[in-house]
């Protein structure tokens, strides 16, 4: 038996393409959990326990839609089998003036195109909670202060900064700068060699550098939300270790001299060289590891 809980109607989509074009006899059961109402919290435990009694699971994949919608693909799956299911779910789990048209069996081969229009709505829904799900939090990290930004951050992420940064092959540059036009030269001449990530406020700068545990960061001293110097001491709080250069103009040698005191490594002046750049990113000591590492696996090999 396998059973998905994750990602499930993408699963589901692709099975079920699958067995349409390889096992088209096979059947898919629904069961419209998402039209009724489920007191119990173990439900689903409660539903794989009845399933056992009446289907060989061994055979069966079951799929939990995020819904809470279930679908049952199996090749053992009939009109009888099906009534079977509804009714050891009474009065436990169903009441019994719900029944009516809950649990719809389907032949693969010859409703394919129901099937698939089904799971097209499902994943479009998916997508439209997840789009209304990341316009809340952009909408309340640009209304949020830096210590609830982080507040708001998985833990996990902090963390695994190192484990992730030494695990990656690639080498990841971070670019924080508000000046479009800046950026965009900037990620342009890097990303010829380099990963690039690019964002253009401090609080962006924190998350990305959390989401991509960068092997270096080119920081700019002014940004709209808050300063250099702060992002700066919210990245070391985060990571001791971050490799950090300064952006900066001929008018900032005090903000710079302040920077390099926090713990920069250096300042790349405006306009931007690219030389002066790889300069920085050579001296990154995540990035000489990987060449080092790298160089004895190739003498090794």
């Known amino acids: 038996m396998k059973v998905y809980k994750k990602d499930t109607e993408a699963q589901l989509y692709k099975d079920l393409k699958t067995h349409w074009e390889q096992f088209?006899?096979?059947r898919c059961l629904q069961l419209k959990f998402s039209q009724i109402e489920l007191?119990?919290?173990d439900w689903f435990e409660i539903l794989i326990a009845k399933l056992q009694t009446i289907l060989d699971?061994?055979?069966c994949q079951i799929y939990l839609c995020h819904d809470?919608?279930?679908?049952i693909l199996s090749r053992h799956l009939t009109g009888k089998a099906a009534k079977q299911i509804l009714s050891s779910l009474t009065p436990q789990l169903i009441a019994p003036a719900s029944l009516k048209g809950l649990a719809p069996l389907f032949e693969i081969g010859v409703d394919w195109p129901k099937l698939r229009t089904l799971c097209e709505k499902k994943m479009e829904h998916i997508r439209l909670l997840e789009s209304q799900k990341n316009r809340k939090e952009k909408k309340a990290?640009?209304?949020?202060?830096?210590?609830e930004?982080?507040?708001?951050v998985d833990q996990s992420l902090v963390k695994s900064l190192s484990h992730r940064r030494a695990q990656r092959d690639e080498i990841e540059i971070l670019i924080v700068e508000d000046d479009p036009f800046s950026q965009k030269l900037v990620t342009s001449a890097l990303r010829k060699k380099y990963s690039v990530s690019a964002t253009?406020?401090?609080?962006?700068a924190i998350l990305t550098y959390l989401s991509k545990a960068p092997d270096v960061v080119f920081l700019d001293i002014g940004l709209p939300d808050m300063s250099g110097h702060d992002v700066l001491e919210k990245i070391f709080d985060l990571d001791p270790e971050a490799y950090i250069v300064m952006f900066s103009g001929n008018g900032d040698r005090e903000n710079v001299?302040?920077?390099?005191?926090?713990?920069a490594k250096g300042f790349v002046g405006k306009p931007f060289t690219q030389e002066k750049m790889i300069q920085y990113i050579s001296k990154s000591p995540f990035i000489q590891t990987k060449q080092t590492q790298e160089t004895n696996y190739e003498n090794s090999a």
């Open 24 to 26: 088209p006899a096979n």
């Open 39 to 41: 007191d119990q919290e």
């Open 57 to 59: 699971l061994s055979a």
């Open 68 to 71: 809470n919608d279930v679908f």
């Open 141 to 147: 990290l640009k209304t949020a202060t830096t210590e």
């Open 149 to 152: 930004t982080l507040s708001m």
């Open 200 to 204: 253009d406020d401090g609080q962006g």
């Open 257 to 263: 001299m302040k920077a390099v005191e926090l713990g």
